[in-house]
């Protein structure tokens, strides 16, 4: 059988500690080839034109040149290849800000090996990916720009019901993602939605107001 050929990666972060944790935790997935290191935004987009990786990791906050400003320098000149934010920062103005740049997934530097492999992986493929408190960060801004349609109060979708149970049974979203075989990121969606449906707050405000209505 071919097996299929290896994603090529560049890792930009100007602590080298971070780049060889990255590297070295990744050296167990034969999938993904780290083909170059840059400490700087002016190194990543010097290297992406020597190396035409197709994914580069590359770090928000570095000295010389960020990677807000290297981001769309290096859309400009390689088009196919696919940036990745690797940041400490979920906040609102940085997810937006290299999103609008041009870089095609936002992932925190907690999140574990195995994510960060699906994240490439699927930004490689031609997808996007964001750690789910990005995600929520998007969709709410989604809904703050334009009013979703009102959905019927009353009423809950099988799969609703499901990650309702799941919930108050309290389970995290990465468990209840496992369990369902979804995503994520559509795990969230799920978890806004009932919250949207019974205007609840939080999550205790959703269970009771679930057990006030007998969806539970």
Known sequence: MKRAPKVTLLLVDD??????????????????????????????????RKLD???VLMDVNMPEMSGLEATPLIREMCPKVKIIALTVHDNKEYVLQILK???????????SPAELVRAIESVAGGGAYFS?????????????AEPA???????????????????????????MAARLK???????????RLKRKL????????????????WL
């Open 149 to 175: 349609p009102q959905e019927p109060v009353g009423e809950l979708s099988g799969r609703e019901r499901e990650v309702l149970q799941l919930i108050e049974q309290g389970h995290t979203t990465k468990e």
């Open 15 to 48: 602590h080298a500690l971070v780049r060889e944790g990255i590297r070295s935790s990744l050296q167990r997935y034969p999938a993904i080839s780290v083909v170059g290191e840059a400490a700087n935004g002016k190194e990543a987009v010097q290297k992406c």
């Open 101 to 111: 740049r041009g870089a095609h997934g936002y992932v925190l530097k907690d999140t």
């Open 53 to 55: 990786p197709d994914v």
């Open 182 to 192: 979804l995503s994520t990121r559509t795990v969230e969606t799920y978890r806004v």
């Open 199 to 214: 205007k609840a707050r939080n999550v205790a405000e959703l269970l009771k107001l679930a057990r006030e209505r007998r």
């Open 132 to 144: 789910p408190s990005v995600s929520q960060i998007l969709l709410q801004n989604v809904q703050s």
